[in-house]
């Protein structure tokens, strides 16, 4: 009798305790959350992140704060998250460079990430376009190449970085065409734009958010979308396959919220969910038009499938371009 009681009473106390772990997996977030970015204030991705931040305060009840640490190709910032919370309240933000390409430039990284990070969801993703001046002589993407065969090594195209999107697209353009052209690296954007408009670089890769104030104004033109098909903000702007060009060329930007491993999947069924529901909002789409972005709405399945394929293409494009940074 005595042992039925006593079996009673530790039943009856694991059972208390199963609604309690639930109702503490259900309650996140309990505390303020910080979303820890590597890009600055005021760029599109700081802005993307910003939105996301106050859908979540509003749906989470608690405050949801952007943290910019920019620098260091995205090293402060991971480096910032990998000591902070590690139960969801504090995500990270990172874009397909860090992603896909690092573990290719870099022999040694800061971060694994296999195991560091649990890429959960994509936040958008950007088309790039072959930019050039508003005057240039190339009126195809055809054009371009032919120019480019024809001169060997004196074509020339910019970028800010070694291994960014810009400087990796160019290279698999060369690499899809069989041409050589010279790389010129700028200090940042709004030079590598200027120097393509004053006819300084034959063209260059950029978005809408990056090159679109200049062609705005009229000093530089979109020559082809590196898109599969062509981008809804510009029906106008042909595919590079449609300009002359490699057919289903492809170079796009993305960035995406990851969390630590191994968070239970009440958290980040959670995170993921209410993300994407503000992302689905009719405000968020329209600031997304005005930067050029995309959403792109996903399983995670099919995400980490997405960012391994993307993982090869780069690592493929770096090994030929033979192009390290350590």
Known sequence: MFFKSLMAVAALAAASLLPATASAQQQFPSKPVRIITPFPVGGGPDGVARLVADKLSRAWGQPVVVENRPGGNGFIAIDAWKRGAKDGHDLLVLDNVHLAAYPALFK???????????????LFKTYFFFTVPANSKYKTVGDLIADAKANPGKLNYGSWSVGNPVHLGSELFESATGTQMEHVIYKETTQLYTSVSTGELAFALGTSATAGPLQRAGKLRLLAAAAPKRVAAFPEVPTVGESGGPQGFEVIGWNAIAVPQGLPASVTDKI?????????????????????YEAFPTTREQFNQFVQSETRRFGDVIKKANVSLD
């Open 108 to 122: 040694k990284l800061p971060y694994d990430s296999a195991k560091d990070f649990d890429a959960l969801l994509p």
């Open 272 to 292: 993921k969910r209410d993300i994407e529901k503000g992302l689905a909002e009719a405000d968020v789409q329209e600031k997304f038009k005005s930067f050029g």
